[in-house]
């Protein structure tokens, strides 16, 4: 298994964790009343779970839906990161945002790379 596919897991399965946990876990709805933002939880929950869908099935499917699972789940962790900063959290409850942009941009980049090669 190479690393793109060890990352697209990686990051799907996180995904899948956290777009469930948007709607079941009870300290995931007060993060996001701390946040400012309970009423944007349910949408935040459905991409998340819609992007790690993506990336699975853009991984054998369709490099396609895969790149715009990518970008969008690495936008949706840098406005997590902007949104980690307005609230003043530490570097440390900010990071874990800023190193999924990363991955998911990355694995955007490998989905265009196999799109266009």
């Given at each position: 298994m190479d690393?793109?596919?060890v990352a697209v897991f990686f990051?799907?399965?996180s995904f899948f964790f956290f777009g469930i946990a948007c709607f079941v876990d009870g300290g995931m709805k007060s993060?996001?009343?701390r946040y400012g933002l309970s009423r944007q939880r349910p949408l935040v929950g459905i991409l998340q779970l819609m992007g790690g869908v993506g990336l699975i099935a853009g991984h054998w499917f369709l490099p396609t839906l895969g790149l715009v699972s990518a970008i969008g789940l690495?936008?949706?962790m840098v406005l997590g990161f902007g949104?980690?900063?307005?609230?003043r959290d530490g570097f440390w409850q900010s990071f874990p945002s800023m190193a999924y942009a990363i991955l998911n941009l990355y694995l955007a980049l490998r989905f265009y790379n196999e799109i266009i090669c």
């Open positions: 690393i793109t596919t990051s799907a399965l993060e996001y009343i690495s936008l949706l949104v980690r900063l307005k609230i």
